[in-house]
């Protein structure tokens, strides 16, 4: 009886020696190719070249080596099926029991900086590697597929207590492989896809989106406790909440995700649009922030974000831009929250924070301005795509349209008061204000049908801090009452983006009251 066959070519050689020594003490043949046959022979692994096994050479670099019948056909060619077999032995080939194929590093070249040119991104397109990995995965019920060394340690133990016999290999195992494998292909393809086209296409917004994930982690639950959910972190490098890590209590929930996603995006607007300030603050709440601040203290930012809405604030998730000091988690103190989200935490800092019991603290290293990437939504029978990034607003060009001029230390106001409108949902208006540290949100009215009303929520939770304050709408006021509810409540400065087309009646409220207004020319909308 002929003895097993392995066929053997990675590109990632972790873990490959091992495997392919317990397979041939186990008396299997280890058929191979380039890099991987030159490394198993150089540890003492004897080896069977693929071109001696197909009776032809490896061609134009390597490209061509594995694309022939004696590898395909000892692939593909089903066990019970009697025709399959005698041909596969008129042909003088033989079957081929396991394949272990990682595929060439697209992903790592695509990514790599300064960016790799288009002939060497090319080449990193693999051919061959896919062809065999969807072949053995097709045939899985006969043949053995490998395609990552996370999976070769499980293999080797089973076949060792079966004396090597591939069949101690269960059909559902085989067909788990089968289907981690296809996984892997289709991620592999996704990656090419993608990364051609934002090379080939003059277009932001992609033609096909093309989506690849690495495992889920099952959560406790989604929104609601009714309903099944898991966190699919992105393909490729790890990303955003991806990237970051936990430091103890009980796992992250589905409305955690979003509410860490909230907090993440706006602090890292206010990296980009604060950067004269040293700390930031942020506080959210179902998505919505319930404040922020930014100063020369982290302890006091937190005590102005929180002071914005401290009502809100309850169960909230907390973003910082640097590393948690010992002092801000004194600040804290008892305070109950969630989640929270920081470039790092000062040893004694995560130590204090991590007293009261499932408190999740999370570290994201990378952490810095928010950059211009594709968004996309699901919708009923479909997605939605945009290119979503930090507030757009041209600064150099904004215009005062008031009798009454702004000056220009309220530009940092309204720039910090831009970069948190734009992540307070639909119709939103805040109040922001000066602090002895810094600046600070004093009221936030998010997501009403009714500008105006957003305008009361706002001042409400302002008091009389809102007296002085500067207004800041997501979207041009459709009548002058924004601008008199404005004047009730004590403001003196309003920003937003104007283009109403009764834009004069808004400016006149606001020469009549004395109150100086800034159009931007960019809308904030956030649905």
């Known amino acids: 009886m002929e003895p097993p066959r392995a066929l053997i070519s990675v590109w990632h050689k972790e873990g490959v020696e091992e495997l392919s020594s317990a397979l041939s003490a186990m008396g299997w043949q280890i058929l191979s190719t380039g890099g991987t046959a030159r490394k198993l022979r150089s540890a003492g692994i004897e080896v069977i070249d693929v071109s001696e096994a197909t009776g032809h050479p490896e061609v134009f670099d390597g490209r061509v080596k594995t694309l022939h019948p004696a590898v395909h056909g000892g692939i ?29 590093p697209f992903v790592e070249t695509a990514s790599r900086s300064p960016p790799a040119t288009d002939s060497e991104l090319i080449e990193m397109i693999d051919i061959g590697g896919p062809t065999m990995v969807r072949s053995a995965a097709k045939n899985h019920k006969d043949v053995i597929v490998l395609t990552s060394p996370s999976q070769y340690g499980d293999i080797i133990a089973k076949l060792r207590e079966a004396g090597g016999d591939p069949s101690a290999i269960g059909t559902s195992e085989r067909a788990k492989l089968a289907l981690e494998s296809f996984q892997s292909t289709a991620a592999y393809d996704t990656a090419v896809s993608n990364e051609l086209e934002s090379r080939l296409m003059d277009e932001e917004v992609p033609s096909i989106i093309n ?16 309903q099944p959910a898991s966190f699919y972190p992105n393909g490729g490098e790890p990303t955003g909440l991806g990237a970051a890590t936990q430091h103890g209590g009980k796992p992250l929930s589905y409305n955690n995700y979003l509410d860490l996603d909230g907090a993440l995006r706006l602090a890292e607007n206010i990296i980009h649009s604060c950067a004269d300030h040293e700390h930031g603050c942020v506080v959210v709440k179902h998505t919505n922030p319930c404040g922020a601040a930014v100063g020369s203290s982290q302890s006091e930012a937190w005590k102005d974000a929180l002071a914005s809405d401290p009502e809100s604030a309850f169960g909230c998730v907390i973003a910082f831009t640097k590393e948690v000091e010992l002092e801000t988690a004194t600040a804290i103190g008892e305070h109950f929250f969630e989640c929270m989200i920081a470039p790092g935490y000062h040893p004694e800092a995560l130590e204090l924070l991590s007293a009261k019991k499932n408190r999740r603290m999370l570290s994201l290293h990378q952490m810095g301005p928010r950059e211009r990437n594709l968004s996309m939504r699901q919708v009923s029978g479909g997605w939605l795509a945009q290119i979503q990034g930090a507030p757009a607003v041209d600064w150099q060009n904004v215009e005062c349209v008031t009798t009454k001029r702004m000056e220009d230390k309220d530009l940092s106001l309204a720039r910090f008061g831009c970069a948190v409108l734009s992540e307070v949902k639909s119709n939103a208006i805040i109040l922001v204000s000066d602090t002895p540290t810094g600046l600070a949100t004093v009221g936030i009215g998010p997501g009403q ?61 606001a020469n009549e009251y004395g109150i100086s207004m800034l159009f931007t020319g960019t809308r904030m909308f956030l649905h």
């Open 211 to 226: 989506l690849s994930t690495k495992r889920g982690s099952t959560l406790r639950y989604g929104e609601n406790p009714h």
């Open 76 to 104: 593909l060619a089903r066990r019970d099926r009697s025709d399959d077999m005698e041909t596969l032995q008129e042909l003088g080939y033989g079957p081929i029991d396991l394949v272990c194929v990682n595929l060439y």
């Open 449 to 509: 049908t009714s500008r105006v009303e957003a305008v009361r929520i706002a001042s409400r939770r302002a008091n009389d801090r809102a007296r002085g304050a500067m207004m800041l709408s997501d979207a041009f006021f459709p009548f002058r009452d924004g601008i008199d509810s404005a004047y009730e409540i004590g403001v003196s400065r309003v920003v937003q983006p104007g283009g109403s087309v009764r834009d004069q009646e808004s400016i006149d409220a």
